[in-house]
């Protein structure tokens, strides 16, 4: 198993930035497809970005693209997504979320597929 401690959560102004941390112990992130999910009160949790467990398949969902960033720090053990240009439809509960099963070329699309979730961090982007 491994355990996920989201950070960087805050209030922001719109066009502002935040940057996102998720640090994964004991097991190594190689290990895993990870990915960062979204979530409004009432409504369904969203994939917001993805990466593979080899590092060389990204997926953003469109809303985002040009403005987050998914990366990873192999040495600090630990998943990044910078976020620029924020938006007021941007506001939700961000959850870091680890795929041990899936195969190691691919972004997985659904919650359902990620066995391991951090606690999950607020950004709130005002107009």
């Known amino acids: 198993h491994v355990r996920l401690v989201e950070s960087g959560g805050g209030l922001v102004q719109a066009g502002g930035s935040l940057r996102l941390s998720c640090v994964a112990s004991?097991?190594?992130?190689?290990?895993?497809?990870m990915a960062w999910f979204r979530q409004v009160p009432g409504q369904d949790r969203e994939l917001v970005a993805g990466i593979s467990k080899n590092g060389n398949n990204i997926y953003y969902r469109d809303s985002v693209k040009g403005r987050f960033t998914i990366s990873r720090d192999i040495a600090q053990n630990t998943v990044y997504l910078q976020m620029s240009d924020l938006k007021p439809e941007d506001t939700a509960v961000y959850y870091c979320?680890?795929?041990?099963?899936?195969?190691?070329?691919?972004?997985?699309?659904?919650?359902?597929?990620?066995?391991?979730w951090g606690q999950g961090t607020q950004v709130t982007v005002s107009a």
């Open positions: 979320a680890a795929d041990d099963t899936g195969l190691t070329s691919v972004v997985r699309p659904t919650g359902g597929s990620y066995e391991f």
């Open positions: 004991p097991r190594n992130i190689r290990n895993f497809g």
